[in-house]
């Protein structure tokens, strides 16, 4: 069974910075590519970004354009989240997704594997 562990969340001041971590572990993990997503109270599970594990192809969301990056490391089935310029309506648990096969990648059915999620809130 595969599990995602995120890590990094924290309580931030606006303009400040963050960075998300999912580690995988269980069996050998090959997906076609991994995603961040994030809910705040009372909203739907939102696309926040994805890569391709082999070809590192980024997807982005309008909202978090030019502020967040991903990426990863291969060798340590780890993904990343940095985060830059956070706003208060960056607040939400972000969780990390895994997908094994194609599928649309800014969909939470795109994704076959999710971790607990970890808590990013910004204050103003």
């Known amino acids: 069974q595969v599990q995602l562990v995120e890590s990094g969340g924290g309580l931030v001041q606006a303009g400040g910075s963050l960075r998300l971590s999912c580690a995988v572990s269980?069996?050998?993990?090959?997906?076609?590519?991994m995603g961040w997503f994030r809910q705040a109270p009372g909203k739907e599970r939102e696309f926040v970004s994805a890569?391709?594990?082999?070809?590192?192809?980024?997807y982005y969301a309008d909202s978090v354009k030019g502020r967040f990056t991903i990426s990863r490391d291969v060798a340590k089935s780890t993904v990343y989240l940095q985060m830059y310029g956070l706003k208060p309506e960056d607040t939400a648990v972000y969780y990390c997704?895994?997908?094994?096969?194609?599928?649309?990648?800014?969909?939470?059915?795109?994704?076959?594997?999710w971790g607990q999620g970890t808590q990013v809130a910004v204050s103003s």
């Open positions: 997704a895994a997908g094994l096969v194609p599928r649309t990648l800014n969909q939470v059915n795109g994704y076959d594997y």
């Open positions: 890569i391709r594990w082999y070809g590192a192809t980024e």
């Open positions: 269980g069996r050998t993990f090959s997906p076609y590519a």
